[in-house]
């Protein structure tokens, strides 16, 4: 079956350091990857997300390939910010015969200190 | 333009107790979909509409269970008595056509808690 599984957090990194959080999947077919974000205080808003191979998604700075020869789609920013502080989820959603499901890693926190 | 709406934003309840939670999508999403999500766990998929076919309800934890949704918008989850096992935050997310490429828009969610 369809899987996700990303790295376990927490995660504490300084301002201005690189994040790297890991995600790998598991699918019989041709997902579509994502990553969401969930700011404290505030619901899951889509981050970034890549629909085949090779491609690249980006935003605010984050970006992450869908790599298919690994299954994984590792989130990274070169800088991180205090306003980077949240939880992460890697997602995969595929076409089924009883139409799509997206599956949800388990969240990764981070925490950006000044 | 507006989001996804869930009431109530919080709703404490006695084991055995009935309780429905109410989610608005956003208008024109054809594809609502409900969720749990438990303290240190990730999303569970629980039951997925698209337009006028039968639900997806393959993530439904128990026949306590149900959900429907009335002319195509609105939705309700429903969950019969109620055990604590099932305090969670339940959340909401529509997108335009059900696609696997499409962005889910959520809603804020409702924290429940079972007593």
């Known amino acids: 079956g369809n899987s996700v599984t990303q790295m376990e957090g927490p995660v504490t990194l300084s301002e201005e350091a690189f994040l790297t959080i890991n995600c790998t999947y598991t699918?019989?077919?041709?997902?579509?990857l994502f990553w969401y974000v969930q700011y404290p205080g505030e619901g899951l808003q889509l981050l970034l997300k890549a629909t085949k191979a090779d491609d690249k998604g980006s935003n605010k700075g984050f970006e992450a390939t869908y790599r298919k020869e690994t299954t994984s789609f590792h989130l990274e920013k070169g800088s991180v910010q205090v306003s980077d502080s949240a939880v992460y989820f890697c997602?995969?959603?595929?076409?089924?015969?009883?139409?799509?499901?997206?599956?949800f890693g388990t969240g990764t926190s981070l925490t950006v200190i000044p | 333009g507006a989001g996804v709406s869930q009431s109530p934003s919080n709703k404490v309840t006695e084991k055995g107790k009935d309780v429905e939670l109410r989610c608005d999508p956003i208008s024109g999403h054809t594809a609502l979909y409900w969720y749990r999500q438990s303290l240190g766990q990730g999303l569970e998929f629980l039951i997925y509409?698209?337009?006028?076919?039968?639900?997806?309800k393959s993530g439904l934890p128990s026949d306590r269970f149900s959900a429907e949704r009335t002319g195509g918008s609105v939705s309700t989850l429903t969950i019969q008595r109620t055990q604590q096992e099932d305090s969670a935050v339940y959340l909401c997310?529509?997108?335009?056509?059900?696609?696997?490429?499409?962005?889910?828009?959520f809603g804020p969610g409702t924290r429940l808690t079972v007593l």
């Open positions: 699918a019989t077919g041709y997902p579509s």
């Open positions: 509409f698209q337009g006028n076919s039968a639900p997806d």
């Open positions: 997310a529509s997108s335009l056509a059900g696609l696997a490429v499409d962005t889910q828009y």
């Open positions: 997602a995969l959603s595929e076409s089924g015969n009883t139409g799509n499901q997206f599956y």
